[in-house]
């Protein structure tokens, strides 16, 4: 699960310090406020990409992180797709790389001789 969500938070990061650029232009917020707000949440998102499958909490922060790039649309309207877009990368990195940790789990439980394959698919020997 750890390197699903890594990855995407950190394509988000690099997402959010574009919209930040777009934001500028396109906003009547200070730049100030503008990028204070975006800098948080891309340093956020790095964060987050150490902390991932390690700290208990770190996935609930990017199901935050999610919401708050989702409401980042209030201020550049694209961010609405975008953060829609990054919610459902999401869910499919938590959701799969649990999945993936849980076979893997199995499979050294089960096969903890390491001479076993995938599931289904029988060992080659070794001659």
Known sequence: MRQLCATTLAMEAIVIG????VASRMSDLPAGT????SGAAMV???VLCGLVGRVRGAVSLGWALQAGLVLSGLVVPMMFVL??????LWWASVHFGRRVDELKAARAAGGAGGAGGSP???????G
């Open 18 to 21: 574009l919209a930040a650029l």
């Open 34 to 37: 503008l990028w204070t707000v």
């Open 44 to 46: 956020l998102a790095l």
């Open 83 to 88: 953060g829609a877009c990054f919610t459902a």
């Open 120 to 126: 289904g698919i029988p060992a080659q020997d070794a």
